[in-house]
């Protein structure tokens, strides 16, 4: 079993910035994959950017340019920078981690509670 516990949302007028933070904890064998995602009322949860154990990173194109994900595999830690906030970035922030808890067990996923992000002057 692994938890998740996301910090870092608010509200922020448009044009500024915030950093989501986002810990795993529990039975960990190792990590492949962390990532954040979104979802706005009435619509699907979606993609905002992720980063493999390798370093390798994607980010929705709606995004590219202004956030940047980070990690500390020491403290199995996920950040999210988000610079020139949109209205249209508002939404509740969820963090997903790709994990193996056991040799003998299979990957799975996991998600955070997810955290609050409001744009508005």
């Known amino acids: 079993q692994v938890q998740l516990v996301e910090s870092g949302g608010g509200l922020v007028q448009p044009g500024g910035s915030l950093r989501l933070s986002c810990a795993a904890s529990?039975?960990?064998?190792?990590?492949?994959?962390m990532g954040w995602y979104r979802q706005a009322p009435g619509k699907q949860r979606e993609l905002v950017a992720r980063?493999?154990?390798?370093?390798?990173?994607n980010y929705a194109d709606f995004v590219k340019g202004r956030f940047t994900i980070s990690r500390d595999n020491a403290k199995n830690t996920v950040y999210l920078q988000m610079n020139s906030l949109k209205s249209e970035d508002t939404a509740v922030y969820y963090c997903?981690?790709?994990?193996?808890?056991?040799?003998?067990?299979?990957?799975?996923?996991?998600w955070g509670q997810g955290t609050q992000v409001t744009v508005s002057s």
């Open positions: 997903n981690v790709d994990v193996r808890t056991a040799v003998v067990n299979p990957r799975e996923d996991y």
């Open positions: 529990g039975s960990i064998f190792v990590i492949y994959a």
């Open positions: 980063t493999t154990s390798g370093g390798r990173t």
